[in-house]
């Protein structure tokens, strides 16, 4: 009777053994994870930036690859999204200050909002494009939002950030666009 007690003491304490290692294991971030993984999604910097067509608020319509020898601030942002408004008082800044020397597009994920009424409140002048089909939502592969690719003039991406920016980074990134 007592090694049939030892035996199963032995069995149990083996068994705590193997699921505290295997909970560990799980709760373990991989190697290869780094803080920058989310902004290595969609197009690689370096590469050249998708092309896409899509309308503004006003029925225009806007094609990416129209805008070859502009420097592009291409920004994907939602209407209830807290950091994208945050840092739409900044954009519109920058676009002021920066004139015809970067184009700020500004895409909307969700169209079928008051995206309108946003701009009104927002005060905004710069190009929203309205992705009504998650077409170039996707072809960008935008997980987290605000996003904000910075392409120079020849199409190519030099730079992605995610999350809100402030005016100073807008600024920091344009100014390194050829």
């Known amino acids: 009777m007592v090694k049939k007690v030892i035996a199963a003491v032995l069995l149990i304490s083996l068994l705590t053994v193997a699921i505290v290692q295997a909970v560990n294991k799980k709760a373990e971030k991989p190697e290869t994870a780094s803080p ?3 902004a290595q999604n969609g197009p690689a910097i370096g590469a050249k930036a998708p092309d896409f067509e899509l309308k503004t608020l ?3 319509t ?4 129209d805008l070859k020898g502009k420097k592009v601030m291409l920004n994907f942002w939602a209407t209830w999204c807290p ?3 945050a840092e ?3 954009m519109e800044q920058l676009h002021k200050e920066a004139g015809d020397d970067i184009t700020i597009l500004a895409v909307n994920i969700d169209p079928q909002l008051d995206v309108q009424g946003f701009v009104n409140e927002y ?4 190009p929203i494009l309205l992705d009504a089909e998650d077409a170039v939502n996707e072809k960008y592969q ?3 939002i605000p996003s904000t690719y910075f392409i120079d003039s020849k199409g190519v991406i030099q730079n992605k950030f995610v999350g809100s920016m402030k005016l100073e980074e807008m600024k920091e990134f344009t100014s390194k666009l050829k």
């Open 36 to 38: 920058t993984a989310a």
């Open 58 to 60: 006003a029925g225009e």
């Open 62 to 65: 806007v094609k990416l690859s």
């Open 83 to 85: 950091p994208c408004k």
């Open 88 to 90: 739409m008082p900044d």
């Open 123 to 126: 005060k905004i002048t710069f």
């Open 142 to 144: 935008v997980l987290s």
